[in-house]
């Protein structure tokens, strides 16, 4: 099933709709009021339009911090679909209260309804990504994310340049009174499709203390480093985001010379490279949640800042706006431009699986709390970003120079991130492996079990034969492998920062071979996967040799399921000893040559010898070598 065919299931078309509907009345409202009152201001107060907007999104961001603890919990403690409806039908409320504040002219009812779709937005963060990983498989995960992000990004786009129109049309209130219930009644109407979503933790206590349960969330997003790494990147992706967002006005006005179609373009150029970025992740990930992308993410968000800061003119535009046509007869615009487009689509690299990462590995019981504790981190980093921005600037910084630091901090904050984390450098270099020089297509990999410990047995082909597994793998595999490989400078990274297990001949290091044999054990007794070559070298001839007797020493001591793995198309290839030693003849099959890798059923502990696994894999890998 591709994501798109997701549209078509009631499991996830209806939450889309409602999560899109929401996104889109949340900017309607939010940029219509920001246009009223930049351009009418003297209307209501005496404040400059200037500080009415800065107010404008403090009020608006200010509930993340005040009750996105709350939510949390309700989202654990309550079934999902009731609190997603209870929402729905607040929206209306707020909208209706919108609708009398433009009636009436009250600035004041005006702010507190902008107030109260943020608190709205607030309670929905946290049921909206916590209910994913029930109604998604894992292999939808990364789909489904992608749908809802690009979908929100859209709605963004299209809510907030229709709000700018429908308040500048005459009788513009009306219009936009009767379009934000007309929408939140939509809303409600699509909410009542999602299917049920069971509470996670029905007896949980709420605690109504909004400072207390902050902190008690932050923790819960820290019991895992992973998934803790995971949100402060994704914190650290919106505080990217919301630097560039805040200079397009700047950008379009003094840097490109633009009018607000220019600004309008900006916003949907970086609208539709988010969306497309973000749809692409499923096809480059191969269905399943691949960490690799994030990488490449951050790598094209600096490198395309870093364009975008090259492009862009030395000196500030002078006189007045020039018209979109006359903005777009230069040159240098167009390359602007296209800086932006890539931008977007590497941060929906960037972000989609970090998304889906934090769903997969957390605490289904604390899910939700911990999708709150990272809407906190988020709203943090975003005012840490504005007012980076607003100081920056002030202190005399040009546009263009705040870009050229964005794209270096950026930088500096992916390689601290993943000299934390090395498994999202190892998996960029497994993916940039079977996306350059291969093509690999998984079969079977059903049976590697989703979780608990597992052996892994293959045929032993090339030296990449464990990244191609690990690629091919939804779970991270240790692998057993020759301490000789641990001494080649690519392969000695991706091994250590994998938690791979040296070993070594009896007659070379007996102490060595041993320790592996117990840290073998230990992992499986852990849980994890491990996956071994029991063949103990690669293959001279193409052809399987016998399997050692050390299969039968580990299930001696750890009885675990027995997966065996068939490698097919890796013979022949630069890193085979085809023809002689590997990388005798570099590339000699070119880029995108297709290989295999194909699971068969799991063999129990005590039915599973030397003999029994070589004849699996070599009824697996059949005639392709």
Request: glycine share 8%; charged share 15%.
């Amino acid at each position: 099933m591709t994501q798109f065919q997701l549209m078509r299931e009631r499991r996830f078309l209806p939450f889309f709709l409602t999560q899109f509907l929401g996104a889109f009345n949340d900017n309607l409202y939010k940029n219509a009021l920001v246009v009223l009152i930049t351009f009418q201001a003297a209307r209501f107060t005496t404040l400059a339009p200037g500080v009415l907007v800065n107010l404008a999104a403090g009020l608006f961001i200010l509930p993340f911090f005040l009750f996105s603890a709350t939510s949390g919990q309700l989202a654990d403690k309550f079934e999902k679909t009731r609190l997603i409806r209870f929402v729905k039908l607040f929206e209306i409320a707020i909208m209706a209260l919108a609708a009398v504040a433009f009636a009436l002219d009250s600035l004041a009812l005006l702010f507190a309804a902008l107030f109260l779709m943020g608190v709205h937005s607030t309670i929905f963060g946290p049921v909206k990504y916590a209910v994913l990983p029930v109604y998604l498989r894992e292999e939808e995960l990364v789909g489904g994310n992608a749908l809802v992000e690009s979908g929100t990004f859209i709605a963004i786009l299209l809510g907030t340049i229709a709000g700018g129109v429908t308040i500048a049309l005459p009788g513009g209130a009306a219009w936009l009174s009767a379009a934000v219930i007309a929408v939140a009644v939509a809303g409600y109407l699509t909410c009542r499709r999602i299917p049920p979503a069971p509470a996670a933790d029905p007896g949980l206590k709420i605690n109504w203390n909004p400072l207390t349960e902050t902190w008690r969330n932050i923790r819960f997003t820290r019991e895992n480093r992973t998934v803790f790494l995971s949100i402060l990147g994704i914190s650290w992706f919106w505080f990217y985001g919301a630097l560039f967002l805040s200079q397009f006005p700047g950008y379009a006005k003094d840097v490109l010379g633009g009018d607000e179609h220019a600004v309008t373009l900006l916003l949907a150029l970086f609208s539709v490279g988010i969306g497309a970025g973000s749809l692409l992740c499923e096809k480059l990930s191969g269905k399943h949640v691949e960490i690799g992308l994030v990488p490449f993410g951050s790598i094209g968000l600096s490198l395309f800042a870093f364009d975008l800061w090259l492009a862009s003119p030395a000196a500030a535009h002078a006189g007045d706006p020039l018209p979109l046509a006359a903005v777009l007869g230069a040159p240098a615009t167009w390359r602007a431009l296209v800086d932006l487009v890539m931008i977007g689509v590497f941060g929906g690299f960037f972000i989609v699986p970090l998304y889906a990462l934090v769903q997969a590995r957390s605490n289904p019981a604390h899910r939700s709390r911990i999708i709150a504790g990272n809407n906190i981190l988020n709203a943090l980093f975003m005012v840490v970003a504005a007012g980076l921005g607003a100081g920056l600037l002030a202190a005399g910084v040009t546009i263009p120079q705040l870009i050229l630091i964005t794209a270096v901090l950026n930088a500096a904050v992916a390689l601290y991130i993943y000299t934390l984390v090395p498994e999202f450098l190892v998996r960029f270099i497994v993916w940039l492996l079977v996306h350059t020089v291969y093509r690999l297509r998984a079969q079977g990999i059903e049976h590697i079990p989703e979780e608990g410990p597992a052996l892994l047995v293959a045929n032993h082909v090339s030296f990449v034969d464990a990244l191609v597994i690990m690629a091919a793998s939804r779970r991270p595999v240790r692998f057993v492998m020759d301490h000789q490989i641990f001494r080649w400078p690519v392969l000695s990274f991706v091994f250590r920062a994998s938690r791979a297990i040296p070993i070594a001949p009896a007659k070379e290091d007996a102490a060595m071979m041993e320790r592996a044999f117990d840290e073998v054990s230990g992992a499986l007794e852990a849980g994890e996967l491990v996956g071994i070559f029991p063949e103990g070298r690669i293959t001279d001839d193409g052809e399987l040799k016998p399997f050692r007797s050390g299969v039968t020493r580990i299930l001696a001591r750890t009885p675990v399921p027995v997966v065996p793995l068939a490698l097919r198309g890796l013979w022949g290839s630069s890193f085979s000893r085809k023809d002689g030693p590997a990388f005798s003849r570099p590339l000699r099959r070119g880029f995108f040559s297709r290989i295999e890798v194909v699971g068969g059923l799991p063999v129990a502990a005590e039915a599973a010898t030397p003999e029994s696994l070589q004849a699996a894999v070599a009824g697996l890998r059949g005639e392709m070598r």
